[in-house]
């Protein structure tokens, strides 16, 4: 496909560049150095030529393993991670990431090749037809398509800012391939580009949104504060900080929240979740949404009497979107901008009088955690056979104390509930899990990611189902040599695995895997190491060694397979759940 390097105009004293190399130089211009995609018509040069410019260039084995890639490359990084694909079927498996990433608010950019739009348009049939630009458009946050190469900087610049802008979101990038080899004189080109200034503006709170929100936290006898994905993203640690040190309430994190603060932090209140949110009468959000996550603000987690009505709390929302306050219940103190100069402003209005929260509060939560906290010692400290969830993660709770550095990365339900719980993280950033969607299927692009991105060891804690919708691209963590370490909670499938088929049948029960698969072999069958361990110390070796060597590791941790419960921890959404 394409032309390969810059030519030299017919009259020899031009210097002409083309489509390539101008969608290269915009996105280095704006100092994006990483490309997660899968190559093929028409943008298998585009991939040579960005690798052969110095960019990273991570190529999958499917497209949708890339665009979680990109994903959670934004969310590390606050630059939006770019996932490239081919047209219509590559285009199609990277939007669910695309999707994804939008709901999650992580900034991405699809871009994708497109065949010809005049046969396009009149359905004629081209190869790998599809009008993706529409198909694109309600499941991003922008989506644009650029058709001439002059135009190249500008589409650049528009879904950069509209990904990292204001919510961050995903956008779709859309190239047709006739858009490649279109050469271009190259001092025009120069001048075509646009290097983004200021991509995320600050947004300043306006300073009575900010009083109001004082003023409620003052007049509170039980205040709580509530940690979301939102203010890890922010990227305002310190200022973060700093508001629940010197305010003295107590705070819980939200999933990919924690670490924000080390989860042992004396006021982190992870342990004492399910007393705090009904008693709380204060309740600020800093980058958390009412969804379901949080019950939506009301029912019985709230306080309410029933699933529909209201607690009692009045609630402050610390959040960049003007849109998201009242989303499910009243919000009495919004505070919208970016979280960074909303926490500075509520720490410069606070001031120096500032009276802790009551005893009786900090009291009544801190008993409440603690018992909590010792049942968890008990539970942790067995050592059954076969092992269980509690056991295996109790080894992978002491290798990420031992190495705070690392990231983790978690998918599954039984897999993921127990290591949110029991897993603590100690700083910003490092636990991604599926997120807003509870999505399987980020774990290996997520992985890759993390280990491309930061460089540092990453552990993937994957439910055998969850492994499973990402699991070949062991071969990419593989073939780029990166430090990642899959632990595999292997219970015989969804769930559990211990269900039959009920009319005696030959084919299994929906829910259930092979028995003893050897998932292990996997990674050896690429060259990386495969561990089968059945029991905690068998894991804590492979793990610890994984971590010495930076190989890519693969542990099959044999987990009893009737240990777990239907959903995991979210069985309230699935009320017909088979009680175990
Ligand atoms: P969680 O799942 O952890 O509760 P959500 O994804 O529901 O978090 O919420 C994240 C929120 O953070 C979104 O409402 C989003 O608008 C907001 N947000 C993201 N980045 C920023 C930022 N820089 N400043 C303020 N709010 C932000
Ligand atoms: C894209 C539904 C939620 S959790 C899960 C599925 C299939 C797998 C649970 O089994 P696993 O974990 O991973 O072995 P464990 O420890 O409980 O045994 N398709 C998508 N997303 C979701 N959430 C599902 C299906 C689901
Ligand atoms: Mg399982």
């Known amino acids: 496909m394409g032309t390969a390097e810059p030519q030299v105009a ?31 018509i028409p943008i298998t040069d585009l991939t040579r030529k960005a690798q052969a410019a110095g960019m990273r260039v991570i190529s999958f084995r499917h497209e949708q393993n890339a665009g979680n890639a990109a994903a959670i490359a934004g969310f590390m990084t606050q630059k939006p991670g770019i996932c490239l694909t081919v047209s219509a079927p590559g285009f199609l498996n990277g939007l669910t990431a695309l999707a994804n990433a939008t709901t999650n608010c992580f900034p991405m950019i699809l871009i994708s090749g497109s065949s010809e739009r005049e046969i396009v348009d009149l359905q004629q049939g081209d190869y790998e037809e599809m009008d993706q630009l529409a198909i694109a458009k309600p499941l991003a946050k ?25 919510r961050p979101g995903g956008v ?7 858009l490649f080899p279109q050469s271009i004189d190259a001092s025009a080109a120069a001048r075509s580009l646009i290097k983004v200034v200021d991509p995320a503006p600050r947004q300043i709170p306006a300073p009575d949104a900010v009083q109001r929100a004082l003023e409620l936290l003052r007049g509170a006898r039980r205040p709580l504060v509530l940690l979301g994905k939102g203010a890890a993203y922010a990227r305002a640690d310190a200022e973060i900080r700093d508001l ?41 959000l800093v980058g958390a949404r009412l969804n379901w996550l949080l019950s ?49 402003a509520l720490l410069a209005g606070i001031g120096s009088g500032w009276v802790k929260p009551p005893a009786e509060w900090l009291d009544a939560v801190a008993e409440r955690k603690n018992k909590n906290l010792a049942r968890m010692a008990e539970t942790l400290a067995r050592n059954p056979a076969p092992m269980n969830f509690h056991s295996a993660l109790n080894v992978v709770r ?16 039984n897999a993921l509930d127990f290591t949110r719980s029991i897993v603590d993280m100690y700083q910003p950033r490092k636990r991604l899990d599926v997120g807003t969607w509870g999505v399987m299927g980020i774990g290996m692009g997520f992985a890759v990611a993390a280990a491309v991105v930061s460089d540092q060891p990453v552990i993937a804690i994957e439910g055998d189902s969850a492994f499973g919708f990402s699991g070949m691209e062991v071969e990419t963590v593989c073939r780029y040599n990166l430090p990642v370490c899959v ?88 009320p017909t759940a088979k009680k175990t």
Request: aromatic share 6%; glycine share 10%.
């Open 172 to 178: 779709y990038l859309d190239l047709p391939a006739k």
């Open 487 to 574: 632990v595999i909670m292997n219970n015989n499938g969804v769930y559990r695995g211990d269900e039959r088929n009920p009319t005696g049948g030959r084919d299994p029960a929906p829910l259930v895997f092979v028995k003893d698969a050897r998932y292990e072999k996997v990674m050896q069958a690429f060259g990386g190491v495969g561990v089968y361990a059945t029991t905690p110390a068998e894991l804590r070796r492979a793990m610890e060694e994984a971590i010495r060597s930076r190989r890519p590791t693969l542990i099959n941790a044999v987990i009893d397979e009737g240990a777990g419960t239907e959903s995991g921890r979210i069985t309230s959404l699935n």
């Open 398 to 413: 002491d290798i990420i104390r031992a190495n705070p550095e690392a990231v983790l990365v978690n998918e599954g339900a």
């Open 244 to 284: 629940i040190e010197t305010t003295g309430i107590p705070y819980l994190p939200m999933s990919m929240a924690k670490g924000l603060l080390p989860d042992t932090h004396p006021q982190c209140a992870s342990a004492a979740r399910s007393f705090v949110l009904p008693e709380a009468d204060v309740v600020m």
């Open 142 to 166: 922008a989506a644009f398509r650029v058709l001439h190469a002059e135009d190249i900087g500008v589409g650049v610049a528009r879904a950069i800012r509209a990904a990292v802008s204001g």
């Open 296 to 344: 939506h603000g009301k029912g019985k987690t709230w306080g309410g009497q029933d699933a529909k009505a209201w607690g009692a709390q009045k609630f402050i929302q610390i959040d960049i979107s003007p849109q998201e306050a009242d989303s499910n219940v009243r919000i009495d103190a919004p505070v919208v901008g970016d979280i960074g100069s909303c926490v500075s």
């Open 10 to 40: 017919a009259d020899a004293r031009t210097p002409v560049t083309d489509g390539f190399h101008l969608v290269i130089d915009a996105l280095r211009l704006n100092g994006i150095d990483t490309i997660f995609g899968l190559p093929g």
